[in-house]
T-cell receptor, first 114, second 115 residues
């Protein structure tokens, strides 16, 4: 099992450009998540998908859109990138374990917006 | 609302010394608590979790944490630090919301281990 995979690993954008971050999991998990990690702020939830066909906003959704393409894939789109979106982005997938979602994380995408 | 606070953004210890990383939580319901580790340029890996069973929880790599309700704490310890323990550590609590649950992370503590 590859677990949770993310592409690309690194990306540099200019302000106003768009891009899509890809995430896939092969653990047959129902739920998937997108987080951003900034120094001194831990991980903050951008969007999540409880199951195929559903998506919901997290703590910091502004400037992002998501698509749950199928059970395996959950993509994050920046329509018009801004320097404030420079961050490390993590995708995670979750399995119900003892009444809560235990989450498994991908290796991250390091995005710089100039 | 659930939240966690990690005391100390940077901790430095000598190899072989005790590691103590502090986490305090706020929760209106009995919490589920987690510690994750992030090695340089990698994703997060679960170290251990508390889910209302035993209050002393043992995790991977010799780490353990004790849930203390009276102190609203879930501090992470390891008796003897190794150089390979150098990483960033995150405490997290489950937020139950609308029949669904999400992880709320602390700001993280970067552990340095020196010879």
């Amino acid at each position: 099992n590859a677990g949770v995979t993310q592409t690309p690993k690194f990306q540099v954008l200019k302000t106003g450009q768009s891009m899509t971050l890809q995430c896939a999991q092969d653990m047959n998990h129902n739920s998937m998540y997108w987080y951003r990690q900034d120094p001194g702020m831990g991980l903050r939830l951008i969007y999540y998908s409880a199951s195929e066909g559903t998506t919901d906003k997290g703590e910091v959704p502004n400037g992002y859109n998501v698509s749950r393409l199928n059970k395996r894939e959950f993509s994050l789109r920046l329509e018009s990138a801004a320097p404030s979106q420079t961050s490390v982005y993590f995708c995670a997938s979750g399995a119900i374990s003892g009444g809560y979602n235990e989450q498994f994380f991908g290796p991250g995408t390091r995005l710089t917006v100039l | 609302a659930q939240s966690v606070t990690q005391l100390g953004s940077h901790v430095s210890v000598s190899e072989g010394a005790l590691v103590l990383l502090r986490c305090n939580y706020s929760s209106s319901v009995p919490p589920y608590l987690f510690w994750y580790v992030q090695y340089p340029n990698q994703g997060l890996q679960l170290l251990l979790k508390y889910t209302s069973a035993a209050t002393l929880v043992k995790g991977i790599n010799g780490f353990e944490a004790e849930f203390k309700k009276s102190e609203t704490s879930f501090h992470l310890t390891k008796p003897s630090a190794h150089m390979s323990d150098a990483a960033e550590y995150f405490c997290a609590v489950i937020l139950f919301s609308g029949g669904y649950n999400k992880l709320i992370f602390g700001a993280g503590t970067r552990l340095a281990v020196h010879p």
